[in-house]
């Protein structure tokens, strides 16, 4: 029996995360966040803290409608007044196809918050969801977006910043759950938690597996110590080192700096130690510009 699991196991992780990230994780968490925000519920990330109004101005829940009509949820980065950087998975992961999305943002809910429709997606050229590599997209949204103290962007990297972030702790937020099987509470579903960043190397982010030909020199990951990172609906969020600009702006333009899009996340489960992968922004600023 011992080995008919492993077996079954070697299987499925060669052969990639199952149906792919919607039917997998998206739309059985967007089910899961619905129910839970109608009886004040809890879905966040894991070993983080409950987020109150203006801790992730930034922040964009993403609700997804694909082409069979289901509901799934990812999370994103305000960039500009009409622009939201996220996953391409997010949009087509390789099985399931997006067919619409709406946009969230300034609620600590998902599903209860104001939805502003999307115009526009620009997926990244080279994504490829079977190596996952290049993975991002642009969203445009229908209206501008007035900034004010709890909404305004992230800030993106200057060019020729070529810091890898390495040991320096990076803050993460989204709309995913708390834990593998996350309890039911009274808080809030928007959640943020601080990791550590610890490189780009095959040792760094160890959850990868040799027979996936993923590659490495676009990616930052952060560590899984103590089962802190991102789960579940947080595919697409950001991942942004806070107050890197110390100073005050009048149009709320921001001090924390993007420094990566969550990706991939363990097949093994959010609370088993292994790192979060994200795609590195200093390495698409100029597709992100282009599109921005």
């Known amino acids: ?14 052969e990639g ?11 059985p968490e967007a089910a899961r966040i619905r129910q839970r925000e109608l009886s004040q519920a809890s879905s966040r990330i894991i070993g983080g803290m409950p987020s109150e109004w203006g801790d992730n101005p ?12 289901q509901m799934s949820v990812c999370s994103g980065t305000l960039l ?9 998975q997010c949009w087509y992961d390789g099985y399931s196809q997006g067919r619409n999305v709406e946009v969230v943002l300034d609620s600590l809910k998902l599903f209860t918050g104001y939805r502003r429709p999307v115009t526009g997606i620009s997926v990244h050229p080279g994504f490829d ?19 004010y103290k709890d909404v305004h962007p992230a800030l993106l990297p200057p060019r020729g910043l070529n810091s890898t972030f390495q040991g320096m702790s990076a803050r993460v937020s989204g709309f995913g759950k708390t834990s593998n099987w996350s309890p039911i509470g009274p808080d809030t579903v928007q959640n943020a938690v601080n990791v550590p960043v610890s490189g780009n190397t095959w040792w760094d982010c160890y959850y990868r597996l040799p027979q996936r ?12 110590d103590n089962g802190w ?8 969020g950001p991942l942004v080192i806070e107050n890197y ?31 979060t992968g994200y795609s590195r922004v200093t390495s698409f600023l100029d597709w992100i510009q282009r599109n921005l």
């Open 1 to 14: 029996m011992r080995l008919l699991v492993l077996s079954c196991l070697l299987v499925f992780i060669s």
């Open 17 to 27: 995360q199952g149906l792919g990230y919607h039917q997998d994780v998206g739309v």
């Open 58 to 69: 930034y922040l964009a829940g993403l609700l997804i409608t694909l082409t069979t009509g």
């Open 80 to 88: 500009t007044s009409k622009k939201v950087l996220t996953a391409a």
């Open 129 to 147: 969801p079977r190596k996952m590599i290049n993975d991002l997209a642009m969203l445009t949204l229908r209206w501008e977006v007035s900034f």
């Open 213 to 224: 030909p993923y590659s490495y020199d676009k990616l930052i990951c952060t560590s899984g």
């Open 229 to 236: 990172g991102a789960c579940g609906g947080d595919l697409g």
């Open 245 to 275: 600009y110390n100073f005050t702006s009048k149009n709320f333009s921001g001090t924390d700096l993007l420094i990566g899009v969550t990706s991939i996340m363990s097949p093994f489960g959010c609370q088993t130690g292994f790192a």
